[in-house]
């Protein structure tokens, strides 16, 4: 009885040892905080700190980690990654153990965006998104002191640790694009640079009376081109505006602009006529209008019309764009493969 009393003594201290070096190390309360849920931050909201805890001119990039997979939408590689790859914890959030190198320039563009005021904004609350997940973690020094920002580019949130404070808070939308291309260039993404007259300015959509959210780019196209009109590169455009009711109530409109460019005059055309096609026969179906487009050298333009709106309207809105577009020149934007 005694022998196995010391040995049940021993296992048991064993166990504890074990749970104690789980706890320790933080992959156990990780995985219980992280893995399946959609995480809000609970760290401090108020806006005006930041300029207490951003770094001073002369700041340096001096760490860069990548973080785990979304614990929400990848939460099986998640947790196999968290258990299996050497990984750490910053501020509680798991990263890859090994730094990255990023180039000269990756590092001078990170210090540039991530050290301005400008590039952030208040916090606005919490995302429809699957939960704050961070991509990456930077630590920047500047006059002795070290300030943390972890970065999703997922929904724009930031974290930032600095002087014993703490402060949660956004990216504007421009600081949130060029990190993108920041962090892709670091990861030797390839991309094509594509030529786009979107988004159409705001000073021009209040001269169309409308107004518009910034455009983005597709990853795929709703339609997908036969293989005789070659690779298509898409771009969409939010519009919306107001029309007088029949109790003089403003009622919304929306429609989308579609920009598609094909790699010849030749190939728009046929994509346009097989994009009407393909709309007519779904609109016929539906019993709603057709919706209105036209060719400019290899690019095509439609709009698919939202809520609220009528022909007449698509009608004139087109017109003005297509002036427009034929007087504008176009400006590259990156496409990612």
């Not at 005006?48 to 990848?74: C, I, M, N, R, T």
Request: glycine share 8%; proline share 4%.
């Amino acid at each position: 009885m005694k022998r196995w009393g010391r040995w049940l003594k021993r296992v048991c201290g064993l166990l504890l040892l074990i749970l104690a070096l789980l706890a320790w190390d933080g992959r156990m309360l990780a995985m219980m905080r992280f893995a399946g849920n959609a995480h809000k931050p609970r760290l401090n909201s108020d806006f005006k700190q930041l300029d207490e805890l951003l770094p001073q001119s002369g700041a340096v990039l001096a760490e860069l980690y990548v973080g785990l997979p979304h614990p929400y939408f990848e939460k099986d590689e998640f947790v196999r990654e968290l258990w299996s790859q050497p990984n750490r914890s910053i501020k509680g959030y798991r990263f890859q153990r090994q730094p990255e190198t990023p180039s000269d320039v990756v590092k001078s563009a990170f210090v540039e965006v991530l050290s301005a005021d400008e590039s952030f904004r208040a916090y606005q609350g919490p995302k429809l998104c699957g939960g704050y997940h961070a991509d990456f973690a930077v630590k920047l020094e500047s006059g002795g002191v070290a300030t943390w920002l972890l970065v999703c580019l997922g929904c724009g949130e930031v974290l930032i640790y600095s002087k014993d404070k703490e402060l949660i808070c956004e990216l504007n939308h421009e600081a949130e694009l060029r990190l993108e291309d920041i962090w892709r260039d670091h990861q030797k993404i390839p991309f094509a640079l594509v030529g786009t007259r979107l988004p159409l300015r705001k000073q021009i959509l209040t001269e169309f009376g409308i107004a518009g959210h910034d455009a983005f780019n597709l990853n795929r196209l709703r339609y997908a081109p036969a293989a005789a009109v070659g690779k298509v590169y898409g771009r969409c455009q939010h519009l919306f505006w107001t029309k007088p009711g029949p109790d003089s109530v403003a009622i919304e409109a929306s429609a989308r602009l579609w920009e598609e460019t094909c790699e010849s005059p030749r190939q728009a055309e046929l994509r346009l006529s097989e994009l009407f096609g393909e709309i007519r026969s779904a609109k016929r179906r539906k019993g709603a209008a057709v919706d209105e487009g036209f060719r400019l050298e290899n690019r095509v333009y439609w709009l698919e019309a939202g809520r609220g709106d009528d022909q007449e309207d698509l009608r004139r809105i087109l017109e003005q764009i297509r002036q427009y577009c034929a007087e504008t020149p176009t400006q590259d934007v990156r496409f990612y493969e």
